[in-house]
Structures are given as C-alpha cells and as structure tokens.
C-alpha cells in the first residue's frame, strides 16, 4: 500500500502593523451623546457656527466669557457621553483621560472646563473637559511611509485615504506622545500613549486605528 502525502497549501499570514504609531480619535458607533451647547450665542461669533480656536489661532481654546454648557438635546439623546467624544472642532474626554494626558504629555494638549449635564438635569460624573492637540509637528518619514500625497497651490498635503502606511522621525518627536503632523489630517499618538489609556481603562479599540508600517 503506498503512502499517499497530502500537499496543502500554507496559509500565508498578511503583514501586520507593527503597533507604533495611532490614528487616535473619537467612535461613532453604539450612538450619539446628543449634546447641544447652551450658551453658543455668548462663546460663538458669527459667521462661525461651530466652538474653535480664535480668529488668531490654529489650535488651542479662546478665553471664553464663560464656561461652556452643554445639554443633550432631548429628541436625539441617546447615552452619556463616553471617554472619548467629538464636540464640535474639539474632543469631549473623561476626567481619566485628562488625567492620562496630562501625565504622559501635557505639553501636547490644552484642555478648557466645561458644564456637561444629564437628560435628567443632574451633572455628568465623573468629570467632561473640552480638549485640544496643540503640538504640530512635521515628522513625517516619506521615505519609509507609503502615503498618498496631493498638491494644493503648490504645497504638499497627505492624505489618510486607502490604509496608509506611517513612520515618523523619533529625533524630530523627542519626548512627543500626542501630536499632529503638518500638512496632514488626524491626530496620532505612538504605543506608549495608548497603553497608559488602555491601562486606565479606555480600551475601545474604535479609539485605536494603527496606521504603523507593515512588518
């Protein structure tokens, strides 16, 4: 009887990310906080509709006349807000979020206080603060980085789009945790960062896209 030897083919693994580098944001899954801001007409000028930086700023918070409000609105309320929130051009994070961010990196953000309520009318606790990244750096290695790049008036812009592959420059980030790359959507942080949020319990990985390069 002879032997009969099965040949099957070997699964090849795809390359992983190698879990340097984080597109870290805000999730739009499992609903909305539904949250409205109150007092808009005293922080907001017109033509602008939405709560930002100043005329004279990129990045970063106003000095308000007072503190912002913020209420769910009742018809599109869905659930409180969570640790990591988009509310209009800024984040809306937890009180053990600020307390991460302010340990690893306080140099990399600005945070402003604010009033954040409950359907019920009772104030939300733990804690909410408005946020902001205000480190730009421009530490992009094109060289090992596959990134889709576009052309504005002359001026180089790269784009997020199609899985993109990202390195940057350890000596042009230094000591950075939390930051944005010039000429470049989103905000980024590197595994240190998200290990610290994952140790304080943020562990979503909605929050976690890993746009390192393949290894």
């Not at 007409?41 to 939405?50: A, C, E, G, S």
């Not at 709560?51 to 659930?79: A, M, N, S, T």
């Not at 640790?83 to 053990?96: C, G």
């Amino acid at each position: 009887m002879s032997n009969v030897v099965s040949l099957r083919p070997k699964r090849v693994r795809p390359p992983q990310h190698i879990g340097a580098f984080f597109e870290l944001g805000p999730t739009y899954a499992n609903g909305d906080h539904g949250l409205e801001l109150e007092n808009g007409d005293k922080l907001i000028t017109p033509p602008r509709v939405m709560l930002g930086p100043g005329p004279d700023q990129k990045y970063g918070f106003p000095e308000f006349p007072e503190v912002p409000i913020l209420r769910p609105e009742k018809q599109h309320y869905d659930r409180p807000p969570k640790d990591l929130e988009q509310f209009h051009l800024y984040w809306l994070i937890s009180q053990r979020l600020k307390d991460v961010l302010e340990r690893v990196d306080p140099a990399g953000v600005s945070f402003a206080d604010c009033e954040v309520f409950h359907i019920s009318g009772k104030p939300i606790e733990p804690r909410h603060y408005l946020c902001d990244v205000v480190r730009e750096v421009d530490a992009l290695d094109e060289t090992a980085s596959k990134v889709a790049v576009r052309y504005i008036d002359g001026e180089k812009f790269y784009s997020l789009a199609a899985d993109p592959e990202l390195s940057f420059k350890r000596e042009v980030l230094g000591d950075a945790h939390i930051f944005r790359q010039k000429n470049m959507g989103g905000i980024f942080c590197d595994s240190l960062l998200k290990q610290a949020m994952v140790g304080a319990g943020i562990k979503n990985p909605l929050h976690f896209c890993d746009v390192s390069i393949r290894a």
